[in-house]
């Protein structure tokens, strides 16, 4: 694979100097003017891709014949077999609004138009040795249930590696490449339902994509993101999702050091409009320095207070990490966030949600009267647990919750008063 990658290279170093020889298509000034006219057309044309507002002639799609590559001037899309460069995009003196990726922590400064767009919550982690270069970064998920409402909202689930460095006119440019779940349309394509894509975004506002693939909820994913060739001091990496086609290569990238797993919404005014689960696990999350499993130094960033969104952290370990992101929070009594239960009134299916994993856990249920209804125990409840309570009658109940946080600390209880009714 490193072999094919440095004859990549050099396939487009050839092209580069027969182009500068005078070697040049003599239809190209009449197919230039045709393409500006195109871009003229749809500049205009908004659209939100990963990390925000962009007009359409800043997004690019790059099949599984091309590739991207980096210099310290501009981003080039190559063809794998001839070298030859089919698309060149400066990044020096664009004409199109920078910004640090860093923006999408700051509320005010996002690049979307609305407060309440962009990155809604999500976890940073840095593998925590001297000089953190990871070749491999990757989390599993289940595709969600579709939300309850379906708008014109979109929503990106993604894990990514970031990275930064120097141009040729000293600026610099922050880069992310992502494996992407999506509900709703994109410039990627898309509907109201779930796909797939894998995207590579500058902070100089350029955007690039692969081929969009539908999911169907409940698919388990695992998005990956890796080094497959390297040189001396740059490196060639591989966004791709299990068993999902090739994925996107970027070749010539400094390195990309920093993880990060989020959820990124746009257009959602409701939260009904989020997915239907109140929470989703991310899990497996593995990241690899040096042939090693290095520890994590793990940040956690919620930046929209619509619905309650967060993200908390389950295992802070670089080989079988876990977190939970939660699309919205379900309402809290007395300030209580060790478990949640919803709906209240329920009708059916009472549902318990823990915010992190307890043990040793028993359920007791009581009616009105003080009478013992059901008892169940687990020995351990670490996402969410459903009740049954069809055949139970209308009226008022109350839930009873034994357990332990930990094998280190005491027993603890909680009660809930909720209510059943008729449907």
């Not at 507002?53 to 800043?58: E, G, H, P, S």
């Not at 000293?170 to 410039?187: E, F, M």
């Not at 899990?283 to 956690?300: E, G, H, L, S, T």
Request: proline share 5%; with cysteine; aromatic share 14%.
């Amino acid at each position: 694979m490193k072999r094919f990658y440095l004859i990549l290279i050099k396939l487009f170093f050839i092209h580069v100097l027969f182009s500068q020889q005078g070697f040049v298509n003599p239809h190209t000034n009449e197919l230039m003017n045709l393409k500006n006219q195109e871009v003229n057309q749809t500049q205009k044309e908004i659209i939100f891709p990963p990390l925000g507002q962009a007009t359409k002639n800043n997004t690019f799609f790059v099949d599984h014949i091309n590739c991207l590559f980096i210099t310290d001037s501009a981003i080039l899309i190559v063809n794998r077999e001839t070298g030859k460069t089919e698309k060149k995009l400066s990044l020096i003196n664009s004409d199109h609004k920078s910004y640090k990726l860093s923006d999408k922590t700051e509320t005010n400064s996002s690049p979307a138009t609305n407060p309440q767009d962009g990155w809604v919550t999500y976890a940073e982690c840095e593998a925590f040795v001297h000089d953190p270069r990871p070749t491999y970064f990757s989390a599993e998920w289940a595709v969600p249930f579709p939300p309850l409402k379906k708008s014109d909202q979109l929503i990106y689930i993604f894990n990514g590696l970031v990275g930064t460095h120097s141009l040729s006119d000293s600026s610099t440019i922050t880069y992310i490449l992502q494996p992407v779940l999506q509900w709703g349309p994109s410039s990627a394509g898309g509907g109201k339902y779930w796909s797939i894509c894998n995207w590579f975004v500058t902070s100089k506002g350029q955007y690039f994509h692969d081929s969009l693939i539908r999911v169907n909820s409940g698919d388990r994913l695992q998005g990956i993101v890796k080094i497959i060739a390297r040189s001396d001091s740059t490196y060639t990496y591989n966004s791709s999702f299990f068993g999902h086609g090739e994925g996107l290569d970027v070749l010539n990238v400094k390195v990309l050091d920093l993880g990060y797993l989020a959820l990124e919404t746009y257009g959602v005014r409701n939260c009904k409009e989020n997915p239907a689960e109140e929470k989703m696990r991310m899990f497996n999350i593995q990241m690899i320095v040096n042939d090693d499993y290095p520890p994590f130094k793990w940040q956690i960033f919620n930046n929209r207070t619509n619905c309650g969104a967060f993200t908390n952290v389950i295992d802070e370990s670089s080989h079988n990490g876990e977190i939970n992101i939660h699309f919205h929070k379900p309402p809290s009594e007395d300030n209580f966030e060790d478990i949640y239960i919803y709906p209240n009134p329920i009708q059916d299916i009472l549902h318990i949600s823990i915010t992190n994993p307890i043990i040793r856990c028993r359920i007791d249920i009581y009616n009105s009267l003080g009478i013992l209804m059901l008892t169940e125990t687990l020995e351990i409840l670490e996402y969410e647990y459903d009740l049954n309570l069809k055949n139970y009658p209308p009226g008022i109940y109350y839930i009873k919750f034994y357990y332990q946080k930990d094998i280190y600390t005491r027993e603890t209880n909680h009660t809930f008063k909720f209510i059943k009714t008729n449907k």
